[in-house]
């Protein structure tokens, strides 16, 4: 048997079920696993960062190998340094995870129920809730940025709270604080992403500059084979898979058979395929965000990944 090759791999992660996947793997070394299957004598090292900038900034500098990117953030990182060894290319998906509107109004059953003193809350003004309401805004009322003015920025824990006590009037939340303010009688769904770009839609990609994967080609596929297997992980073991997550962000809030119900709820929500690219660029694309917007997913993917099951 020829010798190992050795291939350092920093893997960067933040905080959330989205990242159930990266734990599975950092956990069971399902990295290191696959790089052997191919020859490859791989260290990998996961570092949790705050927030996207810190990552998008740690990739630009070489502290880190690959990190997750939101579907518009990639693009937008795509579409800057096209053609350049930093531009960044999807490595493998992550979750499809859904993402759904929420509201504790009974009259507000789409976003033209909206008044103007009602607030929408979403985890950040950059995130992909963000560009979900847009597109939606546009749809209903022909202005994309409509309901800008009402959206306010909140940890998913603090919204979710907010919404039943009824300060705010709507959520667009992600898994599993969906689910937990459906518990409440009182909430109920205005609509969901697969409901904006007609279908599944990534919520987080992992992402690495060109010249990374060029320097390293068989990697990309390795880590997504990895990713496919901890999603495997969660749609057979829902429990296993609820008490890694825990284990890597322990609650006061969330118990075991919670997340392992949510888990059930949404297992095929996960792997490395990516969804939903070009609604997202297109979008964004007609407001200039990207000059030239990508005409296929394939555009913005590692070649590992030109014959997934993507869309």
Known sequence: MPALAQEPVRIAVGFGLAFLPLYICEDLKLVEKHAKEDHLDVKVNYRRFTGPGQIEAAIGSGEIDMGPFGTAPLLAAWANAKGKPQQILAVSGITTM???LLSNRADVQSLADLKPADRIA????TAPQ?????????????????????????????????????TITAYFA????????????NIHKIFASADVVSGKASFLILGATRAYIEAHPKVPDIVAKA???AARIIR??????????????PSRVLTGA?????LREIRDEFGSAVHGVQSFADFMGRHREI?????NWKEIVAPSLLNSPSS
């Open 98 to 100: 859904p993402l759904t």
């Open 122 to 125: 979403m985890p950040s003004y």
């Open 130 to 166: 963000m560009y979900l309401l847009e597109m939606q805004s546009a749809k209903v009322f022909g202005e994309y940025d409509r309901l800008a003015g009402q959206v306010v920025a909140l940890s998913p824990s603090d919204a979710a709270a907010a919404l039943v006590a009824g």
């Open 174 to 185: 992600s898994p599993p604080f969906t689910e937990i303010a459906l518990h409440n009688a």
């Open 227 to 229: 990713v496919d297997d």
């Open 236 to 249: 057979d073991e829902p429990r296993r898979a609820a008490q890694i997550y825990l284990a890597h962000e």
């Open 258 to 262: 919670t997340v392992e119900a949510v």
């Open 291 to 295: 000059e030239v917007p990508p005409q």
